[in-house]
């Protein structure tokens, strides 16, 4: 399947936010859940990472998950088969290894392309 490569952006703004959260489609991944909105620019993916405190009360873990999530995004750019406004949001229960997060991703952009 070829995919042309898209440009990763920050998801801002609370009307942002919230159109993901109302009209956006939700696809679970083992440890991850993503809201994904085709409403956007066909180039570009605005995305938000979000790791909720009730798993990890400390900062640093929640701030850890989300650098390993961004990471994976960055890393697996080209890959990414789908364009508009998304979050992520982690629901694993542990600090997840890199693989992993790169694992996750990968079986959700699977999902998505279908």
Same mark, same amino acid.
């Given at each position: 399947?070829?995919? &042309?490569?898209?440009? %990763?952006?920050?998801?801002? @703004?609370r009307v942002s936010l919230d159109s993901v959260f109302k009209?956006?489609?939700?696809?679970?991944?083992? &440890?991850?859940?993503? %809201?994904?909105?085709r409403n @956007?620019?066909?180039s570009f993916l605005d995305a938000a990472v979000s790791?909720?405190?009730?798993?990890?009360?400390?900062?640093?873990?929640?701030n850890r998950i989300k650098r390993q999530i961004r990471s994976a995004l960055r890393s697996l750019k080209d890959t990414i088969p789908f364009s508009g406004k998304c979050v992520f949001i982690y629901t694993g229960?542990?600090?997840?290894?890199?693989?992993d997060v790169i694992k996750d991703l990968k079986g959700l952009f699977k999902l998505v392309s279908f």
């Open positions: 399947m070829e995919t &042309n490569p898209v440009s %990763l952006r920050p998801l801002k @703004g009209e956006g489609l939700v696809y679970r991944g083992k &440890n991850i859940l993503l %809201l994904y909105n @956007g620019e066909p790791v909720p405190k009730n798993s990890f009360s400390r900062a640093v873990d929640r229960s542990s600090i997840p290894l890199n693989t």
